[in-house]
């Protein structure tokens, strides 16, 4: 062929000739039904790999990964049939010696059959968009990913098309065309498969990770635009557009003896392709440009990762425990791990390190880790078609600061949602509230061996309202001389951040009794009725600031180690970082028996190892009337007929300005072999009521809720059968949305909550004046009330809702949040300690001997809270339960621990602890499907085949439109020539 003459009479552009092109290419796809044969196979199989490969309604969860989970596969045989022609059949029609003399530039056609083929799978795209429509309808969908799952599509669909225009330009046949495009980007995808890497372990599988394209399509659907990722596609479309550039050119010059012109534009093409290739090298440490667009920010450390990251004071240790052969379900999650290490590393700016460690090839780290950290292998089971194995493999994470360390293992970082019987989703849980907790752990553990003065920033005052020695009882007279030993001690510790002054507030006429009644309602102590000389023995740190200080607590044994324990709580509440206490209430059950080993009551066991890893627990049960000194928090479950003494002890502790966390409500459920309630009295409700809190004699009952799993018996070939069936439950309302306060800190990181069994909250805003009630939890709009106990359904006389609806129905408020100042319920009553107090002393013991006088209980009543006070109110006793928390875990197929995230965020909003807020419920699994009749899912699919019925038609339409205005223009050119 002889080399042609470019003609540029018009000199157009080359967006203009790119333009045309691939509009004609375009146009071409439409004008035989090879176009509707593409956009009808990928919605065909996408839409049935969505709803019955991946079993969209089971997982149950509110995204639209199996949308895009099978699009790395598929693309690669829809684009190899539809690039298969592009050049192949202009070859073998003898037209492609026209197009490369036509005075069109070869770069202008490789780029217009490029954008023509790529705008087809655009179009399909487009064609599924109704999908997460159908999807945000159905529960709250994270935008994020579908925006990535697109982008992500869109930067692949065009790097198969490079390859497949490359492969058609190379051969005259269709056939061959197609073959060799699926083998290469078969290839592509076979590089960096789970199976591949598997088979060699991290560092030979990280770097085929990086060189196959599945690796980099699964980061970009996460909803995390990476660059390195998106110019990983760009750099083969770069590649291969510049050899099928090279191949058009090679064959305007065929025939003719080669040239310096022929050997440049080799020299070019080479160069093009080496710099594409050689700038992923470039790229690969560039981590910083990154766009992590999922709501919750699921892959990018948070505000309060930072924060914590701030109070390092010693080089923080992070070792990674990872093996080389592991379960192929938990390879693809190594990467991901390492990367968010690395990113705690350059967060903390030097003050930490990161290792990431094999055991298996390193004796000396396995023995190690075994003897110092208790970091063991795991044995995971994989089976194959050929045979099945057990590999032990590690999958632990150690952080090290100063002698202390917390291990995370494979059960703390791993979340396995069970799909089928063999079918398994397992993703990362939350790797970083996993870490930044451990962190958080370890720093508080080590500073609370240290001086808790080297935490406080700024100075405190310690003052002591103390009665003169001559009007204190004998014992408080020693006490008094201690407790001003204890403050010169702390001070020479303190050096200058710990000022000290004693007052009489009886001095000078009461003024300053008058001031500490208005400021902390502070009131004349007594020993007991028998001794009613009333004193002064109150303890308070003050800040800076008008703010109240905090109370120290007298402790109950009145000697001088336990009053030193509770000056050093009490100043630990003031310094950052230490770790805080709650106390913990829970119902007593009935004690075990032959018949029940186990006992009565409910059990609490995922809570309190929730709760033990950010706070230390205690429990209590309150009879003595008080709350130990070291207590930051009370935490009360299902309480029943509590005492006077113990609605004392909560209500004193309030007034102290400690934070109370309550769930209680009139029913108790008991779950065993059936489900039966019964009404209790948790001896709170004039309590209760006293500020303005009423817990309605009734539950409630939602037609939007979780379901309930119920043995179901159909007769199969004359054999009856027992299966579990999810049938909706009204008594377990799914809390979602609008229900949810999105704007409080306890519930603006919850995406949904289901509350067992939880009865209705009147709040009344005229006693609640002083303090702003703040509704946490609401039921749907069309929730009704019952108070029966019956609370086992009838499917057969109500199949929608087993129960029978109510007729008024509304929404219902099922737990509040109140901060500020709270009046005392004891308010100008006696203490009920005074009356329970024994003398002060007994003249003769049981035996007529001369008994040892008892010491005196130091009572009072505090008349008000100061402004920091808060209650967290929940209306349900059960709904934090291992039982309630394992049957919807049942119904999910993963563990349910929305509960006990609800409880953690409440306790952190109590204690001011902003450290993990937030951080709780960024999973991706966290977003779940809002509960829907049976029978309605089928709907749903079914809509979304018709829609892409319609769309199909639509397209068809528009072609039709197109066509006849193109055929039109067509006839009025001929007409004019």
Not at 253 to 258: E, Q, R, V
Not at 283 to 302: F, G, K, N, Q
Not at 397 to 425: M, N, P, S, T, W
Not at 826 to 838: D, F, I, R, V, W
Request: charged letters at 20%; one cysteine or more; proline letters at 7%.
């Amino acid at each position: 062929m002889s080399e042609p003459i470019h003609h540029r009479s018009h000199h157009r552009s080359l967006a203009a000739d790119v333009r045309r092109i691939a509009s004609k290419e375009f146009r071409g796809f439409f004008a035989t039904p090879a176009a509707y044969l593409f956009l009808g196979a990928f919605l065909g199989v996408t839409l049935f790999a969505f709803f019955w490969l991946e079993s969209f309604f089971a997982r149950n969860l509110a995204d639209v990964r199996p949308l895009f989970q099978w699009l790395p596969l598929l693309l690669i045989f829809l684009v190899a049939a539809l690039t298969m022609r592009a050049w192949s059949e202009e070859r073998r029609a003898g037209t492609l010696e026209s197009l490369l003399t036509a005075p069109v530039s070869p770069l202008a056609l490789v780029l217009g059959k490029f954008s023509g083929c790529l705008a087809l799978v655009a179009l399909a795209l487009a064609l599924t968009v109704p999908l997460p429509i159908t999807v945000a309808l159905l529960g709250p969908l994270d935008v994020g990913p579908v925006i990535g799952g697109y982008v992500a599509t869109l930067f692949l669909a065009a790097a198969y098309v490079a390859i497949g225009l490359t492969m058609s330009s190379r051969t005259d046949n269709p056939i061959v065309a197609l073959i060799l495009t699926a083998l290469v980007c078969g290839l592509f995808y076979v590089i960096g498969s789970d199976l591949l890497i598997s088979l060699f372990g991290h560092p030979i599988g990280g770097v085929l990770a990086k060189l196959g394209v599945g690796t980099r399509f699964e980061s970009i659907t996460r909803g995390v635009l990476d660059l390195r990722d998106l110019y990983y596609y760009v750099a083969i479309v770069g590649v291969f557009l510049t050899l099928n550039l090279y191949g058009l050119e090679k064959l305007r010059w065929a025939g003719n003896p080669a040239s310096r012109r022929h050997r440049g534009i080799a020299l070019v093409a080479a160069l093009a392709a080496a710099n594409f290739v050689v700038a992923n090298l470039w790229l690969a440490p560039v981590s910083a440009v990154r766009a992590d667009i999922t709501h919750d920010r699921l892959y990018s450390l948070s505000d309060a990762t930072r924060q914590q990251l701030d109070q390092l004071r010693e080089p923080l240790v992070i070792r990674g425990y990872f093996s080389s052969k592991t379960h192929p379900l938990l390879a693809p999650l190594v990467p991901q791990v390492k990367d968010l290490l690395e990113e705690y590393a350059v967060a903390a700016g030097g003050r930490a390190s990161v290792e990431f460690i094999d055991p298996t090839r390193d004796r000396a780290a396995e023995d190690e880790a075994a003897s110092k950290y208790d970091v063991r292998p795991v044995p995971f089971q994989t089976a194959t078609r050929y045979q099945s194995a057990v590999v032990n493999s590690y999958f632990d994470i150690v952080i090290a600061y100063g002698d202390q360390h917390e291990k995370l293992g494979f059960r703390d970082l791993v979340e396995v949602k069970v799909r089928g019987e063999r079918d398994l989703d397992v993703r990362l849980k939350n790797p970083e509230y996993g870490i930044t907790r451990a962190i958080r752990k370890v720093i508080n553990s080590y500073q609370a061996g240290g001086n808790v003065f080297d935490q406080i920033a700024k100075p405190v005052s310690f003052v002591g309202y103390l009665s003169v020695d001559a009007r204190l009882p004998g014992d408080l007279r020693k006490l008094a001389g201690e407790l001003r030993e204890i403050v010169q001690d702390l001070q020479q510790q303190a050096g200058d951040k710990l000022k000290a002054r004693f007052e009489d507030p009886d001095a000078n006429g009461g003024a300053l009794a008058a001031q500490l009644e208005k400021r902390y309602g502070f009131g004349p102590q007594i020993a007991s009725l028998v001794d009613p000389q009333p004193f002064w023995f109150y303890m308070v740190l003050e800040g800076d600031g008008d703010a109240p200080g905090i109370q120290v607590p007298l402790p109950e044994t009145l000697d001088k180690d336990a009053l030193k324990r509770a000056i050093t709580a009490a100043l630990q509440r003031l310094a950052p970082g230490f770790l805080k206490t709650v106390a913990v209430v829970k119902p007593e059950g009935e004690p075990p028996s032959q018949f029940n080993p186990r006992g009565g009551g409910a059990r609490y066991a995922q809570l309190d190892a929730a709760l033990n890893e950010s706070v230390r627990t205690r429990a209590v049960d309150l009879k003595d009337g008080r709350v130990p000194d070291d207590v930051d928090l009370l935490l009360v479950l299902g309480p029943k007929s509590l005492d006077d003494q113990q609605r004392f002890a909560i209500d004193q502790f309030l007034m102290r300005g400690g934070s109370v966390v309550l769930a209680t409500s009139p029913y108790d459920v008991e779950i065993g072999q059936t489900l039966s309630a019964s009404k209790i009295d948790s001896g709170l409700n004039d309590w209760l009521a006293h500020y303005g809190l009423t817990i309605g004699d009734s539950m409630v009952l939602d037609p939007r809720n979780a379901a309930l799993p119920v043995p179901v018996e159909r007769n199969i070939g004359g054999l009856p059968v027992r299966e579990l069936r999810m049938l909706p439950y009204p008594h377990f309302p799914d809390v979602r949305g609008a229900g949810l306060n999105d704007s409080h800190p306890i519930t603006a990181a919850l995406t949904q909550l289901t509350l067992n069994w939880a009865s209705p909250i009147t709040v009344d805003t005229a006693k609640n004046a002083r303090r702003e009630p703040v509704e946490l939890l609401r039921s749907s709009a069309d929730a009704w009330l019952s108070d029966s106990t019956d609370v086992l359904p009838e499917y057969r006389l109500y199949p929608d809702t087993g129960f029978k609806p109510g007729d008024s129905r509304k929404a219902e408020v099922m737990a509040v949040a109140l901060e500020g100042r709270f009046d005392s319920f004891y308010a100008g009553k006696p203490s009920p300690l005074a009356a329970s107090t024994p003398p002060a002393s007994a003249p003769t013991s049981a035996d007529g001997a001369a008994a040892e006088p008892a010491r005196p209980a130091v009572t009072s009543v505090i008349d008000h809270s100061p402004d920091t006070a808060k209650l967290v109110l929940i209306a349900s006793n059960s709904f934090a339960t291992d039982a309630a928390i394992d049957f919807a875990s049942q119904g999910l197929g993963q563990a349910y621990t929305k509960p006990v995230e609800f409880l953690q965020n409440s306790i952190d909003w109590s204690l001011e602890d902003r450290g993990l807020l937030g951080l709780r419920g960024r999973s991706p699994l966290a977003r779940t499907l809002a509960p829907m009749p049976e029978g309605r899912a089928p709907v749903w699919e079914y809509l979304n085949y018709a829609l892409a019925l319609l769309g199909l038609a639509l397209v068809w339409l528009w072609r039709r439109v197109i066509g006849k205005r193109d055929a039109r223009r067509y006839a009025r050119i001929l007409a004019e020539v």
